[in-house]
């Protein structure tokens, strides 16, 4: 563990308001980015992000320095996002961009057009699926971390991570960009 990571603790542990700031400037993009690929909807994000700092720093006593702060942040970034993704068991559709920005230079509005391929694809995914996809493909857990991490086995991340990819795969569009590239 980070020696920032040990003072940071150490500070939140004894409910200082600074800790908890310089907590929140620290990590809430890198947690905001995670919840938001997966849940697709900035005001769900936003409240997911608010509701895992909170649950941070009441269980801030349970973190066991043996552990990356960071890590143990996202686990409750991911669990926070899946438990929500249960109750609601349900899909939010991304707003299109507007086509204003298609007018930059070529190069922006390729990216744009790539991040929408993307957008969409992960749209026609669930976001069980979505989460699952994002940890392995970003996040870069391997199967056995994202099974503890979703109370399932390895093989089950395996299967999704499978199933969606294929899914992906078989959609039109990537036939279309695939065939335009």
């Known amino acids: 563990m ?19 700031e310089r907590c929140y400037r620290l ?11 997966v849940c697709q909807n900035q005001a769900t994000a936003q409240e997911l992000l608010q509701d895992t700092f909170l649950d941070i720093f009441e269980k801030v006593h349970c973190f066991k320095k043996q552990q990356s702060f960071v890590a143990w942040c996202k686990r409750i970034a991911f669990n926070n996002t899946l438990n929500f993704i249960k109750r609601n ?33 992960f749209a026609k995914i669930s976001e069980v699926e979505r989460l699952i996809l994002w940890l392995f493909i970003v996040e870069q857990y391997n199967h056995e971390e994202i099974a503890v991490l979703v109370s399932k086995s390895p093989s089950y991340s395996k299967s999704i991570v499978s199933r969606a990819l294929k899914r992906i795969r078989m959609s039109p569009e990537v036939k279309t960009y695939a065939h335009n590239q």
């Open 2 to 20: 980070e020696i920032w990571e040990i003072s940071l603790v150490d500070e939140l542990k004894q409910g200082s308001t600074q800790a908890c």
């Open 27 to 37: 990590l809430s993009s890198q947690l905001y980015t995670v919840i938001y690929k």
């Open 89 to 121: 068991n349900r899909m939010e559709f991304i707003e299109e961009l507007p086509d204003m920005l298609f007018d930059e230079e070529n190069c922006v509005s390729e990216v744009i057009a790539d991040s929408r391929l993307i957008e969409s694809l």
